[in-house]
């Protein structure tokens, strides 16, 4: 029978930029090969002395690593009854992953791509390179400050000098010092969050298939407690909306900024990437049906497709922008193509947010909007506005695509500040009933006469208003009213308004 070999090779096809190459493991069978990465880059220089009789150092821990992967490929490939490179890399590369995170994320990341879950695969992927710099005591990447290549560059070095990282090492101590360390580096708790909940899933995957003891998951009670974040009030107003609604810019950028986001508003907090999929086919004459590309694959067993109705500022936007001409298998409007990649995809439509984001800010100060405006808000927005207007959170949850109530409940933003204070005025309702009980009182007013009196009589220096008891003048408490006030020994004018 014909079997696979196994070696440990220099890659020098691909120099890295500091002169050195990868370190692989090659797999030949019936003259195909194929190559896996190891953690290494070495010189041609350094790789021989590794290869050597006796390398000492740091070139002997080297060799011993390198002799430890082939021995275990050569044992899978000794178990199997007949080779395939396809079952080969799924024993291989899991066996990696049941030991090491970081092997995980990477097989992890790999099967994302693969199945066209770019998003996806680019978010494990930020989470990966945040435990590599945290394990590497290196500062995160700051993507604001860095161009694409350098930014590339720089995750390149990082995987480069990571070490590997046990599952067994990842305690509760472990999770509490990397959120110190992330919120030391004005990283939120919701990042933190966000990342963390994604190395719980390889720990979820690994016991699940049986590769790792329960014992040893760091999460949940009385053990690591994912960071809870606020949820920052999204949501505009209704008066905000129509003020969005009914702006019109002049030039063009801002107004497809502004006709985007009220697509989104009313298309039931759409978000862009289901606006770039959207194709004419999936329009009818009332409504516009779709699946939300973030729960197609999450929730496939039970898809609940979105239906959101037409309306004429909806049609008019559609008209505006859209592509023509019109057909079935025609994307609506042009953000994407039929001929790219799911990276391409995804560079696409962050693109097209960002660009929507920038101009929507705009729009939002001209008409006095303070709030934060983005595309984000027209969801947030969508579902708060509905609540208010007393919509079931049933419907609700059935209109934004939910699987369950819970996702809505987090959703739907606090009420306005009108009604927290008509309901704050409850509390002291009793201060209402005590001015209720108050006799009703009258007060004289200066008339034009009273004013006249005033340039004529220099002395005389104010008006002194006094309650009148049902209608009548008591010149006694007149008197008092003036002495009381500090009033003795003076000359005064007592005016009589014609009524009282």
């Known amino acids: 029978m014909i079997t696979a070999s196994t070696s440990i090779m220099l890659d020098t096809r691909r120099p890295l930029k500091d002169g050195t190459f990868r370190v692989k493991l090659r797999i030949t069978f019936q003259r195909q090969r194929k190559y896996y990465g190891t953690q290494y880059s070495l010189s041609e220089e350094d790789f021989s002395k590794v290869q050597g009789d006796k390398p000492r150092g740091r070139y002997k821990e080297i060799q011993l690593s390198l002799q430890a992967l082939e021995q275990k490929a050569v044992r899978i490939l000794e178990k199997m009854p007949f080779f395939t490179f396809e079952a080969f890399d799924r024993k291989f590369l899991e066996l990696h992953a049941r030991k090491d995170v970081f092997a995980a994320y990477e097989q992890c990341i790999k099967q994302m791509s693969e199945n066209g879950q770019a998003a996806n695969a680019n978010f494990y992927e930020n989470a990966y390179i945040s435990l590599i710099s945290f394990m590497l005591k290196e500062p995160p990447i700051n993507r604001r400050r860095l161009s694409i290549q350098k ?54 995957d690994l016991i699940d298939a049986g590769d790792l003891s329960r014992d040893l998951y760091p999460f949940g009670r009385r053990k690591y407690r994912m960071p809870a974040s606020k949820n920052i ?114 560079a696409y439509v962050r693109q097209t947010v960002k660009t929507i984001n920038l101009y929507i800010k705009r729009v939002a100060a001209e008409v006095g909007i303070e709030h934060n405006v983005t595309t984000y808000t027209a969801r947030h927005t969508f579902s708060t506005v509905l609540k208010r207007a007393g919509a079931p959170t049933e419907f609700i949850s059935e209109s934004l695509g939910h699987s369950n109530l819970k996702t809505t409940e987090f959703y739907l933003d606090s009420f306005e500040d009108d009604v927290k204070r008509h309901y704050a005025a409850h509390l002291t309702a009793f201060k209402k009933q005590a001015e209720k009980k108050r006799p009703e009182q009258k007060h004289l007013k200066m008339t034009s006469a009273q004013q006249k009196t005033k340039r004529d009589y220099p002395l005389y220096k104010e008006s002194l208003s006094v309650p009148i008891d049902n209608n009548q003048l008591n010149l006694q408490s007149l008197t008092r009213s003036y002495t009381s006030s500090g009033i003795s020994n003076a000359a005064y004018v007592i005016f009589i308004p014609d009524k009282v």
């Not at 003020?243 to 862009?272: M, T």
């Not at 699946?291 to 197609?296: M, P, Q, V, Y």
Request: with cysteine; proline share 5%; charged share 30%.
């Open 151 to 204: 930014s590339k560059e720089r995750k390149q070095d990082l995987v480069k000098r990571k070490k590997p990282l046990p599952f067994t090492d990842v305690t509760v101590d472990f999770l509490n010092s990397y959120e110190k360390w992330m919120l030391s580096r004005k990283k939120t708790l919701t990042t933190v969050s966000m990342y963390l909940r994604t190395l719980r899933t390889l720990f979820n």
């Open 233 to 346: 009030k999204k949501a505009l107003t209704l008066a905000d909306v129509e003020k969005i609604y009914n702006y019109h810019p002049e030039h063009d950028s801002q107004a497809k900024a502004r006709d985007f986001w009220i697509f989104s508003y009313l298309c039931n907090g759409i978000n862009v990437k289901d606006i770039a999929r959207l194709k004419y086919k999936q329009l009818s004459r009332e409504s516009i049906t779709f699946i939300r590309a973030k729960t197609e694959r999450t929730t496939r067993h039970a898809l609940k497709p979105i239906v959101a109705m037409r309306t004429p500022e909806i049609n008019r936007i559609i008209k505006r922008w859209g592509n023509k001409p019109i057909s079935p298998d025609t994307y609506v409007f042009p953000i994407l193509r039929e001929d790219i990649t799911p990276e391409q995809e995804l």
